[in-house]
């Protein structure tokens, strides 16, 4: 039988010894690890008013003249706020690298949480950062080339909006365009599949940099691609399976989450009898500590099912070093 079928009672068993009888302190510290490094798989509305003279206005304007005037438009936005929206962007990557390199490192940490069976957050992440600063790197140069192929794939309806002539853009390029982010999305999709599935969980058990696991990893694997294909494709299944559980779970979550947003109302109600500033300012804190609460629980409830996709890459991996 498939590697892929005969690993699936072996780790829903090991994830349940994880978990039950449950351990509070180490599930909520796996919540933790869950929310930054754990990888779980996988209408319209009606117009406001307005004149009719003004509907009639653009309903009389062409296609052509609409993305014109958008051209222009955008163009004039960028020509007087490009350098703030620039320093915006610029920001919230650094932002986004901050928290790349965090969940980095709470990757390694997850894998920690699972192998040891127990979790200490601030130790485990100070014994993973090396291993986490190498899968950082991966990403921030692998995230460089892929922006670089975006670019390039985009580039002629870059060229046509910078030139102010998008309306002349020639609809064929979306023949060249479109099967481009096809291909792109399933090549870095393939690679993080097995960079997440396999090549971690090599780093952290050999202790090996990037390069190093990747050969390992083609070593043991090069005579078993049907083994590895069939455990994307079981995995795409679980996936399916997952995701209608976590769907059960957000449910019961979400009617929590309105009585939460009712009391929010109610608090801004009767603070702004008072003072509407001082309303705002409560409202805004207590909808922040209440989404964050929520984001965590998600993550908390969720622990498990995170947990099991990594037992399952573990103990795939454990068939393909085997001869």
Do not use: H
Request: with cysteine; glycine share 8%.
């Amino acid at each position: 039988m498939a590697y892929a079928i005969d690993i699936i009672s072996d780790s829903f068993r090991k994830t349940k010894e994880l978990f039950f009888p449950i351990r509070l302190s180490y599930w909520l510290r796996m919540g933790i690890a869950n929310l930054f490094g754990g990888r779980s798989p996988g209408g319209g509305g009606g117009n406001g008013g307005g004149s009719s003279s003004y509907k009639k206005q653009v309903g009389d304007l062409s296609l052509r003249e609409m993305v014109t005037t958008f051209n222009q438009g955008a163009l004039e936005f960028l020509s007087n706020y490009g350098v703030f929206l620039s320093l915006g962007v610029f920001f919230l990557y650094l932002i986004g690298l901050f928290f790349t390199y965090i969940g980095s490192v709470f990757t390694f940490v997850f894998i920690e949480g699972i192998v040891k069976k127990d979790l200490k957050l601030r130790k485990s992440f100070v014994e993973n950062n090396s291993r986490g600063m190498s899968l950082f790197w991966l990403r921030f140069v692998v995230g460089l080339i892929s922006f670089f192929i975006f670019l390039v794939v985009v580039s002629p309806a870059l060229f046509y909006f910078f030139t102010n002539s998008l309306a002349s853009f020639n609809f064929l390029w979306l023949m060249v365009m479109v099967p481009s982010f096809i291909v792109y999305a399933l090549v870095f999709g393939i690679f993080w599949f097995l960079v997440y599935d396999f090549i971690v969980p090599i780093m952290y058990f050999k202790k090996y940099a990037f390069s190093s696991s990747w050969k390992y990893f083609v070593k043991i694997a090069s005579k078993k691609k049907l083994e590895i294909f069939l455990y994307w494709l079981m995995r795409l299944v679980l996936g399916i399976g997952s995701g209608i559980v976590i769907f059960l779970l957000m449910i019961p979550m979400i009617l929590v989450l309105v009585l939460f947003i009712l009391l929010g109302v109610g608090i801004y109600l009767a603070v702004s009898l008072l003072s509407s500033v001082l309303a705002v300012i409560l409202v805004s804190l207590y909808g922040t500590a209440v989404l964050a609460l929520f984001i965590y629980a998600i993550c908390v409830l969720t622990a498990p099912i995170s947990a099991f996709f990594r037992v399952y890459s573990i103990e795939m991996l454990k068939k393909l070093e085997k001869k």
